[in-house]
């Protein structure tokens, strides 16, 4: 019977490229300007000063947003689209 040695490296295993790690230059397309998400404090702002209006404003998983008041529901694909809304409410922007 013969043994073999399990803690043997494997052919050229030593001297091996390996996987490539170059996180200095990207490997993704560019499909136009990247889109930078919206800052934490005005969305928080924002939904504050809606809450004092009497909004409850749900947020969404990907930067949706849904305002509700009185049994009624508004659908804001995005921040500047509840801003938008706050604006035709009355809600002030100070």
Do not use: W
């Amino acid at each position: 019977m013969t043994y073999t040695n399990t803690q043997q490296k494997a052919p050229r295993a030593c001297d091996s490229e390996g996987l490539h790690a170059d996180t200095n230059e990207s490997y993704f397309a560019s499909h136009g300007p990247i889109q930078q998400a919206p800052d934490a404090k005005a969305v928080a702002t924002q939904i504050a000063r809606l809450a004092l209006a009497g909004h409850v404003v749900i947020k969404g998983t990907h930067g949706d947003f849904t305002c509700c008041k009185f049994g009624l529901t508004r659908y804001c694909a995005d921040l500047a689209a509840l801003e938008a809304f706050a604006k035709k409410v009355g809600v002030r922007h100070e």
